[in-house]
């Protein structure tokens, strides 16, 4: 028999999950490795939900979304739906008094995220986004150095991020329906990654992007610069491959972190010595239990945890920028708009 491991010391909430698809079954097997099981599934394939129920032995199938936001039972909730629907469930979710971990892009936009954070607030409970770098310990690391002046000040960042996916409109990556395009897909990881370098967060953008045939943005470059004059470019395409790769350039030497999404390892080589520094924390099998365990001191009061936050809604912010600055709006966003115009 395998050891259980233990992540994070708050109290263990009981966890309800929305949707049953890829992420979905990673959480069911994220908290198996801490010897804990979903307590309940909703989804909008009831058949699917069965299924998932039978393989992670889940403790209760949902006949509808209201009667997991009913269920005293359930403390929080993971919702690993489509972008566009996250709002959605985000709303009632938290006006039940429900916890929220979401899966990234949080929401669409930044009126969205005010929205939900506002919920959570006004109903004392945590909304969080569950992008892995907000929660992976080596991160957690590399911002306590930076803070102490281990590595210097920052001066620029640089991420790449490339994945080729085969052009099919009907996939979430291409689909505008889905609320596709690499921004929200996989640039959210990029401007994650830079941010949490970063002392504040950039105001001054510039950017170039490439549509997909589809309308969503299929690659694009983006230069970024803060108050304090830190500078940042990201690289992204769904349609090419490039490493994922992030690098922060310092006036001691530089931090290079290889697949940085889910990294448990960065190195740090000190200029004029070239001394090459290897920096280990986490381990990269358990970003889920991470995101679980953030998730759980927030609710718990954990006011550090707050600091993610603050970059989660940076971020939203960043990326709501640089699509308005492109015209590109989702079919939800064009529904908003026109509400808020009284045209509907």
């Not at 939900?116 to 892995?132: F, P, R, S």
């Not at 990556?173 to 401007?191: E, K, Q, R, S, V």
């Not at 239990?289 to 927030?298: F, G, K, Q, R, T």
Request: hydrophobic content about 45%.
């Amino acid at each position: 028999m395998s050891e259980t491991i233990n992540v994070g010391s708050a109290p263990k909430l009981r966890w309800g999950v929305i949707g049953c698809g890829v992420i979905a079954n990673e959480m069911a097997a994220s908290l198996a490795l801490e010897g804990r099981s979903l307590a309940g599934v909703a989804n909008r394939t009831k058949e699917k939900a069965l299924a998932f129920a039978e393989k992670h032995g889940v403790g209760r199938v949902y006949d509808s979304y209201d009667e997991i936001y009913a269920d005293p039972n359930i403390d929080a909730i993971y919702i690993t739906t489509p972008h566009n629907t996250h709002i959605d469930f985000i709303r009632p979710a938290l006006a039940a008094g429900k916890h929220v971990l979401c899966e990234k892009a949080i929401t669409l936009n930044t009126s969205e995220l005010d929205e939900g954070l506002a919920l959570a607030e006004a109903n004392g409970v945590a909304l969080l986004d569950a992008c892995t770098i907000l929660h992976m310990p080596l991160y957690k690391e590399l911002r306590r150095r930076l803070e102490a002046g281990d590595f210097g000040r920052v001066h620029m960042v640089q991420a790449n991020f490339g994945s080729f996916r085969e052009y099919d409109p009907a996939i979430r990556f291409f689909n505008m329906d889905l609320a596709g395009g690499a921004m929200l897909d996989i640039g959210i990881y990029a401007l994650t990654f830079a941010r949490t370098f970063l002392a504040s967060n950039p105001c001054e953008l510039a950017s170039f992007e490439n549509p997909a045939f589809t309308g969503v943005d299929e690659e694009s470059a983006l230069i970024l610069r803060n108050a304090e004059h830190q500078l940042t470019t990201i690289s992204l395409t769904l349609h090419a491959k490039q490493p994922k790769r992030g690098v922060v350039a310092t006036d001691e030497g530089y931090l290079e972190v290889v697949e940085y999404p889910r990294a448990d390892e960065a190195t740090f080589l000190r200029w004029p010595s070239e001394e090459l520094e290897h920096i280990r924390a986490g381990e990269r099998r358990l970003a889920l239990n991470y995101a679980i365990a953030d998730l759980e001191a927030a609710a718990a009061g954990d006011a550090e945890v707050a600091r993610q936050g603050m970059w989660s809604h940076d971020v939203m912010e960043l990326m709501t920028r640089f699509r308005e600055g492109w015209g590109m709006r989702y079919p939800e966003e064009h529904i908003a708009q026109a509400a808020r115009d009284g045209r509907i």
